[in-house]
């Protein structure tokens, strides 16, 4: 998982990791409980049989694809098909287990939500195994299927069914090889950003294309898997996404202060130049000859009868 393109979430450091060794034990231990109640399924093969022959007819009723028309393509050739099988036995824990590390190491807040969600879904599968044994299309008689796995290698199962001591095949529904690749898409579709992060969803339809190629599932298998992926999803609540560090951070600048209201100019306002708004003027004339006369004194007249 390229941790170069799927940057680490900021508050990642902050969430402490659980413990290493309750986590190993807790995973161990769910395993090998699925494992074992897996084989309770033993001895129904008259039910698994018959649930088989059910589950046919539901497929044909709801126009599904037989799945013979996957496996044909698969047998052109002898390397295409052990490609196939190789990815049905290897795949399968290796992508689970890479990616539960990968999100303990980068995303121990998404690690959780994975570990819980993979947990409910195992544990509801688990039920419907004990409930309803279920043989694969390989085993039915009216699929004209063969055995993938037997015939070209390489498988896990033994070649009788009933006295496999290895793995109960009968637990065919739901089927957690598509579950899980799908869990592992959705899971790092939300824990990343990268733009290349939906590309993830390959996994689950080559895991479908193979599941139903070689067999070894039906695809109502992997239709109630992701009913119950759904449901297990809606219960355990996905943590925040990482954020986005591929584009440039840009520095928070602080906030601009209020602009000051610039001060108004004072104007000059010229008066108009006109005759009303100069001081009255008064003739030359008139100014020779207004004189302010003196105050007639008991001697004599004043300047002006002086004057004449």
Do not use: C
């Not at 807790?26 to 033993?42: D, E, M, Q, S, T």
């Not at 409930?131 to 033994?158: E, N």
């Not at 954020?243 to 906030?255: F, G, H, N």
């Amino acid at each position: 998982m390229d941790s170069r393109t799927e940057p680490e979430n900021d508050g990642a450091a902050a969430i402490p990791r659980p413990p290493l060794v309750r986590e190993l034990l807790l995973v161990a231990g769910l395993f090998l409980v699925y494992k074992f109640g897996r084989r309770l399924a033993n001895g129904h093969t008259a039910e698994a049989y018959r649930n088989a022959q059910h589950v046919w007819h539901w497929e044909r009723s709801l126009h599904l694809p037989g799945e013979g028309a996957v496996q044909s393509v698969l047998l052109h050739g002898q390397v295409l098909v052990r490609t196939a099988n190789l990815y049905y036995v290897a795949v399968h824990f290796t992508a689970t287990a890479a990616f539960l590390v990968w999100l303990y190491l980068r995303r121990p807040d998404h690690y959780l939500w994975a570990r819980r969600v993979l947990a409910l879904l195992t544990g509801a599968a688990l039920a419907l195994h004990l409930t309803f044994p279920l043989a694969p299309p390989r085993m039915l008689d009216v699929a004209h299927l063969v055995d993938t796995g037997q015939l070209y290698g390489p498988t896990v199962y033994g070649a009788k069914p009933e006295t496999d001591t290895m793995a109960n095949q009968f637990a065919a529904m739901p089927s957690l090889h598509f579950g899980w690749a799908l869990m592992v898409a959705i899971g790092l579709i939300v824990a990343t950003r990268s733009r290349l992060r939906w590309l993830w969803l390959l996994h689950p339809l080559l895991t479908l294309l193979v599941i139903v190629g070689t067999a070894n599932h039906y695809w109502l298998d992997a239709i109630v898997a992701s009913a119950l992926l759904g449901v297990a999803l809606a219960v355990v609540r996905a943590p925040s996404s990482a954020p986005d560090k591929t584009r440039t951070a840009r520095p928070r600048l602080p906030a601009p202060r209020p602009a000051e209201p610039a001060p108004v100019a004072r104007r000059s306002v010229a008066l108009p130049d006109t005759p009303a708004a100069r001081p009255p003027a008064f003739p030359a004339a008139a100014r020779r000859s207004t004189l302010i006369p003196d105050a007639p004194t008991a001697g004599g007249p004043g300047l002006v009868g002086a004057g004449r």
